[in-house]
């Protein structure tokens, strides 16, 4: 495939111990190394794409990790390092008392050619949002996004790099931006602050954002839509469904909210009473779910896809692809909506109630306590063991204000989130009553959507009174 790859790979090999670094320069297909993990008391190992390998029977010692880190650049907030004037990060792994016992090598590279899928949708000026699941490629996207618009397009484009993820370490960018302008971010938690800096201080005509992660990124990424500035970003999620069902990020495709309509309204669009509807005009135009380096799905009009999904109606989306020689094949696809048989709330077909009860899995939540509410409703639980393998995951407002990684990856693939004020069992009790109904399996169903609306908005402080009616 015509592509080049600066993988700059002796830049990070260097910063490793010797007895490390020569058996991986042994390595036929060193080239295509990912990772080198270097945990205290454990044997070295590294990451290729399709195998795993330890490199030394020695152990690696507080002499190995103590010799990487005085070779790379300067851990921030966010425990990532850098090499400077290259691609890679370095992650650390603390004990208690903040001392490195860990690291995660990752090389970084520069793919060239795949923004080809996507050129047209970022030069025609509209604000772009990318999808996908970690590592498929969205931060190598976003930044030969950057490079094209400031080079061949010749716009003022200015990349907000939180970690310097996309420009790498060190205070000179590097070159796969092309001329685009880099503004580092101090921590995260800052990063909303630094987008409208951009806009207000340096006058861009494109902001590029990658990771939006919280409501205050999302608000932020909608003062810059209005003022005309195109966006392009990412955002964690696989699809454009896992976005829309995000409560903290369905903003970006404006956003849902229940609406009642009338008996002869409900009645002429063969729909319940209680639908959902987008709430606002979205603040990215277009939506690119990206399935592997050189495979994309393109919605070009957010506005309509989102309302064919919330419709529970097929959805209308472009499959795009590179082959070998570079060229760009498109095909027209028509996807069916995930909403119209619940696989985002119930991840397989619904449950007859008493026999197959919901899995929840519980983050800050008093297990103990929820049994016993449960039992006392005589509601049968399940609880799994790993979040991916749960219909639901519950935790609490204050675990769910930090949004700790574990909150970010539920929500990336699509996981409903169901958030309590507290431990209070009478929340638990309110929490149960609306996921689990008491008749049919049509009732079943409402109850469901009710849910699916609940989660735009998702503590029960302002519906207290609301749920007491019920």
Known sequence: MPKIIAAELDALLDVLPSHIREPVYQQSDRSELLEVILDLGRPPEVRFPLRELILDSKEVDRADIDYVVSRVGEFTGDNRAGIERTLHRISAVRNRNGRIIGLTCRVGRAVFGTVKMIQDLVESGKSVLLLGRPGVGKTTMLREVARVLADDSKKRVIVIDTSNEIAGDGDIPHPAIGHARRMQVATPAMQHAVMIEAVENHMPEVIIIDEIGTELEAQ???????????????????????????????????????VTLGDEEARRRHTQKSILER?????????VEIMGYYKVTVHPNVIDAVDAVLHQQPVQAELRSMDEQGEIKREEIIAPSMLGNNQKLVLSEPKELGKQPLRFYLFGINRSRLEQVARQGQQKLEFAADFRQADLFLTTRSYYRR?????????????????????????????????????SHSSYVHHLQHLLAEQHNLDFDNRTQRNEGR
Do not use: W
Request: proline share 7%; net charge positive; with cysteine.
């Open 220 to 258: 932020a990424a909608r003062t810059i839509a209005e003022r005309g500035v195109q966006l392009i970003g990412t955002a964690h999620g696989n699809t454009l469904e896992n976005l829309i069902m995000n409560p903290t990020l369905s903003d970006l495709v404006g956003g849902i909210q229940t």
């Open 279 to 287: 709430k606002a005009p979205p603040t990215f135009d277009v939506v």
């Open 403 to 439: 949004k700790p990684q574990r909150i970010r990856d539920a929500e990336a693939l699509g996981i409903p989130i169901y958030v309590l004020k507290s431990n209070d069992a009478a929340q638990m009790r309110r929490c149960l009553d609306t996921v689990y109904p008491v008749s």
